[in-house]
């Protein structure tokens, strides 16, 4: 038979990830599996007010074509942030607004990826980041991820040994393992990258989502032209609204990544870039981001303790600043996809750590989320989890 | 210098485009040049009470993360208007909901185009079509569109001589010259690419726009499964909610094209779905549909008419049925770039032909747009064309 697809698509086996997705939905399960932001996050009110309020005073401009890049003021806004959060010398020409920060996955991998172009990622890493990165065939250079950021020495050697294109980080309550770069080692890498012609993606969803310590200024966002920020409206307003934005000071780059959406899709909704914007301007953000943050603290820190009340002592799991998840290692010869099977017949959910390897099969480690099940919830999935270990 | 950009960006020169849509972007000019539907497509009372009854309704699930194929209903609605319109035997499950149409040229290119891989196109063509497929580094096969369709004899050569991936068409109202199939080349077409793996996209964003003669079934579309038919509310509600859809019978190339949707953008705009879905079922959609293609009609006859009246005899010009474009031919030797610079002096503008061919530079052609402006200023329009002719 003729083969008529493309090669990028039939190597991309998402099959084990669907499966596994498909048993999360099962009715009555207690899932820790998803990554949906607590619905306490969406403004539903206000964003009503600002919709009407847009589609009353800029009548036909949120219906008709618009550009490229993304409604102006919402791009201020974003670079305005970016200058009162970190000081960055960023301006709206920097910003570019993508259809969820989902698509400057998309865009990076159209704008710099030949087939067979060498990727580093974290290890574990995110893994929509490693599907979509993988339909443009790259070589994925797996390097560990520590408790404060990427293992050094791994990091120095796979860019001397090789022509990196692109590396890839979350830098702030990584997904899936929680972790957060320290300062140090965001300093280190700057050092060791800017030696290079690698572009560093920091992909920051989370990044507002801090309910403990302090907010750490990027590895290299705003200061390097071989840079990109990723950021998104999903965590703090809505991920249904499809809104988030990247940010690079190289013009070339810009163009280009233009060019690449254009082609994907010729612009975002702009209602939702428009009620976005409206929003932000009249309404107290940080007060509704602090309303967020709250409740993440008080679900995770009862996933924490459930965790140490209830699992043995050989499972050993990250303990996040902020953010949605954390990640948890059941021990040496354990594989999480079997204990996944087990667990799912008690009717609780996880993703096990094998999607987030580019490398690794069984392992023992696993992805929680805590964003979305109440406390009581939670302590009732955890003891299910501990029934099964 | 290290060159960091893949080479699908760097061998994507559209300077030429933007230099020509800059210029058409000068204040006062009369341009003929945009695709832009004419506002009063845009139902702004009825979908801003559409959107309210949504967000009134249905709660939380429009700000949350979605499915990716697209809101149930509004795919239902999709599948029922193919049954009706055309008799097809399509389903819910053969739909998927896009960000705008545009989204279905990348994704097709995603799931079926190899570096190399031969795809055919009209000649000429839809120019985002041929800058999308450019990205996947195809070899381009161009044939001749004539007055009722491709030439039938190109058609089967390029077929025969070559292992052609995709071949892709705009049935109705073709952009850029605004050609509509006939009946018998579709039967035609059908019967030579039925005994080849070519994957038929007929994409039909004007389909509705019809304000002469009959609607015509579709080529392949819900016949074949090596077929997909894309469609669009863009054109007959608002392009800036980017709303489109494609539909398959084949189940294998869904599963692809929802994968590579995935990686794209997670899911497009899920309030945006919910009211044109909320609009559709709540409004008389064929009423709005009728309102806009008597205008179009209008406007259409006063460039016809006008272009009759005042250019010289031998410039000759295609009579569309419907859709938004003309396309005229200047004649033999005469560049229309060239006369696009003293028409641009003179305060009006179009698209010359040479972006919508894959293997022609120089041509006599060029695209005229007659939806976005009123039938005196199109008068006014034709005159400074003829004046530079």
Redesign the interface.
């Known amino acids: 038979m003729?083969q008529?697809?493309?090669?990028?698509?039939l190597q991309?086996d998402?099959s084990f990830i669907k499966d596994i997705l498909s048993l999360t939905e099962v009715e009555d399960i207690i899932s820790f599996a998803g990554?949906?932001?607590n619905?306490i996050s969406?403004p539903?009110k206000e964003?009503?007010e600002s919709?009407?309020r847009v589609?009353q005073n800029s009548?036909?401009?949120?219906?008709?074509?618009?550009g490229t890049q993304g409604y102006l003021p919402l791009r201020q806004w974003v670079a305005d942030r970016y200058k009162k959060r970190f000081g960055m010398d960023v301006t709206a020409d920097d910003i570019l607004i993508t259809?969820?920060s989902?698509?400057g996955?998309?865009l990076m991998g159209?704008?710099?990826?030949?087939?067979g172009?060498k990727v580093a990622v974290e290890s574990p890493c995110y893994l929509?980041a490693i599907?979509?990165f993988a339909?443009?065939e790259p070589e994925f250079l797996p390097i560990s991820l520590e408790d404060d950021g990427l293992n050094l020495e791994e990091l120095e050697a796979t860019l001397k040994n090789n022509?990196v294109?692109l590396l890839y980080t979350v830098p702030n309550f990584q997904n899936p393992t929680g972790l957060t770069y320290s300062k140090e080692k965001r300093e280190a890498i700057f050092e060791i990258i800017k030696k290079t012609?690698t572009?560093l993606i920091e992909d920051d969803p989370y990044g507002e989502l801090r309910f403990e310590g302090e907010s750490l200024p990027y590895i290299a966002g705003g200061k390097s032209e071989?840079s990109v920020l990723f950021g998104s409206f999903?965590k703090t307003?809505?991920?249904?609204?499809?809104i988030g934005y990247l940010c690079t000071k190289s013009k070339?780059?810009m163009g280009?990544l233009i060019?690449?959406k254009?082609?994907?899709?010729?612009?975002?909704?702009?209602?939702?870039q428009y009620a976005i914007y409206d929003y932000l301007t009249n309404n107290d953000y940080e007060a509704h981001i602090s309303k967020i943050t709250a409740l993440y603290k008080q679900q995770c820190d009862a996933m924490i303790a459930a965790m140490e009340k209830y699992l043995p002592a050989h499972v050993t799991f990250t303990k996040p600043e902020g953010g949605m998840f954390l990640w948890a290692d059941l021990g040496e010869g354990i594989s999480s996809v079997e204990v996944f099977k087990r667990a799912t017949e008690k009717k609780v959910a996880f993703v096990p750590g094998d999607p987030f390897y580019t490398n690794i099969k069984g392992a023992g480690t696993l992805r929680l989320n805590y964003t979305n099940s109440d406390p009581e919830t939670i302590v009732e999935g955890i003891k299910r989890l501990a029934s099964v270990l």
């Not at 008529?4 to 698509?9: A, G, N």
């Not at 307003?237 to 499809?242: D, E, H, K, T, V």
């Open positions: 003729v008529i697809y493309s090669d990028r698509v991309a998402s990554g949906l932001p619905p969406f539903m964003f009503q919709i009407n589609l009548g036909d401009k949120v219906f008709q074509y618009s259809t969820g989902q698509q996955l998309d159209k704008a710099l990826v030949n087939k172009d929509a599907q979509t339909l443009f022509d294109k012609n572009v071989n999903s307003l809505s991920p249904g609204m499809r070339e780059l280009h060019g690449a254009q082609s994907s899709d010729l612009h975002t909704n702009v209602l939702a």
